[in-house]
């Protein structure tokens, strides 16, 4: 999650850099967003695992991090282009409101996908996030949203966003957690697949002590 998170910011930031005549994201609000991110994904220890997944041994796979990234990663930055283009487009943004709004539909995005991508069932509310996670992901939406309504927002170079935005950036999260949905089943390989069905019932010990028993026992026949 945190490498898909990085590239798609990454090249977000790389492709409004080539056509906005300011930065996109001040170095300090880039380090701001991260802080709250990564303070967010400390509660993920205390999440809840499904127990098809602990049914079965998992193994690090550096292919399967590569093929996240180079797929949700692109995804992320679709909604962060859609986010530019209502900025500019809709809002006429300087370059204060942009870095504001897109601080908070970034964070508000990569951070709540942790809900659909942490479970492997679709949809993902037949598996309950911890109570710890929820809360600590929670947060840090509430936090990134309210910051450039505080007294905070001026030396960290923000400025409060028109409710109109709010309301849109709503309907962009919910759309883009929709979106990682559809392409999370796309994706599953047929291991994937495999760690989601239910394990082999194990065979009754009684049958094996007594096959093996069986080869050391003798017979007698009766007349």
């Not at 967003?33 to 400390?42: A, E, G």
């Not at 797929?71 to 530019?84: A, C, I, N, Q």
């Not at 943004?93 to 601080?103: D, H």
């Not at 950036?169 to 994937?192: F, G, H, I, N, Q």
């Amino acid at each position: 999650m945190g490498t898909s998170s990085n590239f798609g910011n990454m090249f977000s930031a790389a492709g409004a850099s080539a056509f906005l005549p300011f930065l996109p994201m001040l170095p300090s609000q880039i380090l701001l967003n991260n802080l709250i991110y990564d303070l967010t994904q400390v509660a993920i220890p205390a999440d809840k695992v499904d127990d098809e997944l602990l049914a079965r041994p998992a193994h690090w796979d550096l292919r399967e991090i590569r093929r996240f990234m180079l797929t949700f990663g692109p995804v992320s930055s679709l909604f962060d282009f859609l986010t530019f283009a209502i900025l500019l487009g809709g809002l006429h943004a300087g370059a204060v409101e942009f870095r504001s709004g897109w601080f908070v539909e970034s964070l508000a995005t990569q951070t709540l996908v942790v809900f659909v991508i942490r479970t492997h069932r679709s949809p993902p509310w037949r598996s309950r996030p911890g109570a710890v996670l929820v809360a600590a992901v929670l947060a840090g939406v509430v936090a990134a949203t309210a910051l450039p309504y505080t007294p905070l927002a001026g030396p960290l170079g923000f400025t409060a966003l028109p409710p109109a935005f709010l309301a849109v950036m709503a309907v962009l999260a919910v759309t883009y957690l929709a979106l990682v949905e559809v392409t999370k089943r796309l994706v599953l390989t047929p291991s994937d697949l495999l760690r989601m069905a239910p394990p082999r019932a194990a065979r009754a010990p009684g049958r094996r002590v007594h096959r093996r028993a069986a080869r050391f026992s003798t017979g007698r026949r009766t007349a």
